[in-house]
Antibody, heavy 117, light 110 residues
Framework: EVQLVESGGGLVQPGGSLRLSCSSSSFTFSKDWMHWVRQAPGAGLVWVAR????????NYADSVKGRFTISRDNAKNTLYLQMDSLRAEDTAVYYC??????????WGKGTTVTVSS | QSALTQPRSVSGSPGQSITISCTGASSDVGSFDHVSWYQQHPGKAPKLMIY???KRPSGVPDRFSGSKSGNTASLTISGLQAGDEADYYCCSWAGSNTWVFGGGTKMTVL
């Protein structure tokens, strides 16, 4: 069974940057499309970004476009989310998620990002 | 990328059936059969329960079923059990390689 482990969350000031990482145990990681999904405190799930297996195509929610960058290193079985120009409304638990042909079948436990001065 | 609309809460007694609706638009739910449902217990990560409107992943009980009509998808849970009490989220592919979630429904077993 595939396991995903996120890291890199923490407290950052507004306007700051943070890079999240997600380590995958999947033997087929280079073929897996991957997502980041976030959940603000007491709120619902929000899709953030997706990347194809080879990293050639990336898509973003309008709310993060131009500020966040999804990437991957298939040699390290690791997914990343570079978050720049952070705002208070980016405060959330960020989940790394494996795609299953338009659904999301494996979720990490999440890493918490808090944007506050 | 407007969120799909779900009721904030639903409830039912053990053994009963409940249905959670998920209303989108002709650009997402209405256009694609790529609606999925997720169960989330407090403090836990979401779990995939239904994909492609009606399909169940291996290990998900057949008490969980999905359907769609027009711009509205639905999740039905029959034979309610205490362990089914959780938040439920729908999600739809919205075209142009983007996804949209519903606001979530808190399901309570009375």
């Amino acid at each position: 069974e595939v396991q995903l482990v996120e890291s890199g969350g923490g407290l950052v000031q507004p306007g700051g940057s943070l890079r999240l990482s997600c380590s995958s145990s999947s033997f087929t990681f280079s073929k897996d499309w991957m997502h980041w999904v976030r959940q603000a405190p007491g709120a619902g799930l929000v899709w953030v970004a997706r990347i194809t297996g080879d990293g050639s195509r990336r898509n973003y929610a309008d709310s993060v476009k131009g500020r966040f960058t999804i990437s991957r290193d298939n040699a390290k079985n690791t997914l990343y989310l570079q978050m720049d120009s952070l705002r208070a409304e980016d405060t959330a638990v960020y989940y790394c998620v494996k795609d299953a042909y338009y659904a999301m079948d494996v979720w990490g436990k999440g890493t918490t990002v808090t944007v506050s001065s | 990328q407007s969120a799909l609309t779900q009721p904030r809460s639903v409830s039912g007694s053990p053994g009963q059936s409940i249905t959670i609706s998920c209303t989108g638009a002709s650009s997402d739910v209405g256009s694609f059969d790529h609606v999925s449902w997720y169960q989330q217990h407090p403090g836990k990560a979401p779990k995939l329960m239904i994909y492609d409107v009606t399909k169940r992943p291996s290990g998900v009980p057949d008490r969980f079923s999905g359907s769609k009509s027009g711009n509205t998808a639905s999740l039905t849970i029959s034979g309610l059990q205490a362990g089914d009490e959780a938040d439920y989220y729908c999600c739809s592919w919205a075209g142009s390689n983007t996804w949209v979630f519903g606001g979530g429904t808190k399901m309570t077993v009375l």
